[in-house]
């Protein structure tokens, strides 16, 4: 394509959107809703990702005690734990801590405690583990160790959750690709047949404009940027839609049950770059495919 034809070429396709105005923004809304929802699930996928492996970087344990342990025995469980290398006790709670902390995160619906006869939550122990090494300890061994001791009900430690949500993950990003791929076909499909309404729209000027000599690739461009500027539109509307609602709807911290704070951020530049290439390229791609029935390619 010759520089000097650009401004006719995009006055062509920006005549062409003019003339079928309707369809374009029909278009365009839709392919803006589907980037969206794309857009929403990376959201969401990052966070839960980043939080996942932020988790991760810290083992903790929370040790569960039976009812009824005597101050004697607790304290002798405490100084195990401080025997621990690069254990540190962060929280200690009581029976009553517990349940003021359930009802906290409960929030609205706290009520549904009310009619329980009795604290059913037990007292912890809260334990993080920061060896200064560098190397992790085994929480399987550390578990059946503290779990062997008297007055102990349970341990959980964090890297069991964990792996639950490493497998959870796997199917999300499964699900995604899926979804993609089912969202980019529907954006193709919205492209191709806008394109082919507009070439309808002029199928008689198309062949006035052969009869005289025009090329195919003359005819071609206008309807190539129609696409692109539809995909860039849509690119960049998702975006800021996407953006938008993320100031709006998103929660800076959020405690997750009583566990670490997540910091809820938005995707990073490179998502965001890849949602509009992938846009402008589905839109060009569309109007490729529409052209195809008219011309030989």
Same mark, same amino acid.
């Given at each position: 394509?010759?520089?000097?034809?650009?401004?006719?070429?995009i006055?062509?396709?920006?005549?062409?959107?003019?003339?079928?105005?309707?369809?374009?923004?029909?278009?365009?809304?839709?392919?803006?809703?589907?980037?969206?929802?794309?857009?929403?699930?990376?959201?969401?996928?990052?966070?839960?990702?980043?939080?996942?492996?932020?988790?991760?970087?810290?083992?903790?344990?929370?040790?569960?005690?039976?009812?009824?342990?005597?101050?004697?025995?607790? @304290?002798? !469980?405490?100084?195990?734990?401080?025997? +621990?290398?690069?254990?540190? #006790?962060?929280? $200690? /709670?009581?029976?009553? *801590?517990?349940?003021?902390?359930?009802?906290?995160?409960?929030g609205?619906?706290?009520?549904?405690?009310?009619?329980?006869?009795?604290?059913?939550?037990?007292?912890?122990?809260?334990?993080?583990?920061?060896?200064?090494?560098?190397?992790?300890?085994?929480?399987?061994?550390?578990?059946?160790?503290?779990?062997?001791?008297?007055?102990?009900?349970?341990?959980?430690?964090?890297?069991?959750?964990?792996?639950?949500?490493?497998?959870?993950?796997?199917?999300?990003?499964?699900?995604?690709?899926?979804?993609? @791929?089912? !969202?980019?076909?529907?954006?193709?499909? +919205?492209?191709?047949?806008? #394109?082919?309404? $507009? /070439?309808?729209?002029? *199928?008689?000027?198309?062949?006035?404009?052969?009869?005289?000599?025009?090329?195919?690739?003359?005819?071609?461009?206008?309807?190539?940027l129609e696409?692109?500027?539809?995909?860039?539109?849509?690119?960049?509307?998702?975006?800021?839609?996407?953006?938008?609602?993320?100031?709006?709807?998103?929660?800076?911290?959020?405690?997750?049950?009583?566990?670490?704070?997540?910091?809820?951020?938005?995707?990073p530049?490179?998502?965001?770059?890849?949602?509009?290439?992938?846009?402008?390229?589905?839109?060009?791609?569309?109007?490729?495919?529409?052209?195809g029935?008219?011309?030989?390619?």
């Amino acid at each position: 394509m010759k520089l000097r034809l650009a401004p006719y070429f995009i006055r062509q396709a920006i005549q062409n959107v003019r003339k079928n105005w309707l369809v374009h923004v029909v278009g365009v809304s839709t392919m803006v809703i589907s980037f969206l929802i794309f857009g929403t699930f990376l959201l969401l996928f990052y966070n839960l990702d980043s939080w996942i492996h932020g988790w991760g970087d810290t083992l903790s344990m929370s040790i569960y005690l039976e009812d009824g342990i005597d101050r004697g025995t607790r @304290g002798k !469980l405490v100084s195990l734990i401080r025997e +621990i290398p690069g254990a540190h #006790i962060e929280r $200690t /709670i009581t029976k009553k *801590q517990a349940f003021i902390d359930l009802k906290r995160a409960l929030g609205r619906e706290a009520s549904v405690l009310e009619g329980l006869p009795r604290n059913p939550l037990p007292a912890s122990i809260e334990v993080a583990f920061h060896p200064s090494g560098g190397e992790k300890p085994d929480p399987e061994k550390l578990r059946k160790k503290l779990e062997a001791f008297t007055g102990v009900a349970e341990v959980q430690y964090s890297e069991e959750w964990l792996n639950r949500f490493e497998g959870l993950m796997k199917v999300f990003r499964l699900a995604g690709l899926i979804i993609g @791929g089912l !969202l980019g076909l529907g954006v193709l499909f +919205i492209v191709t047949n806008t #394109i082919k309404l $507009t /070439i309808y729209s002029r *199928q008689e000027e198309i062949e006035i404009m052969k009869l005289v000599g025009a090329t195919d690739w003359f005819v071609k461009t206008p309807f190539l940027l129609e696409g692109s500027m539809q995909g860039i539109v849509s690119g960049m509307l998702s975006v800021l839609v996407l953006y938008s609602g993320y100031l709006i709807l998103s929660v800076k911290k959020a405690d997750i049950f009583g566990f670490a704070l997540l910091d809820f951020v938005f995707i990073p530049n490179s998502y965001t770059l890849t949602i509009f290439v992938v846009s402008v390229a589905l839109g060009l791609l569309g109007s490729f495919i529409a052209l195809g029935r008219f011309f030989r390619l």
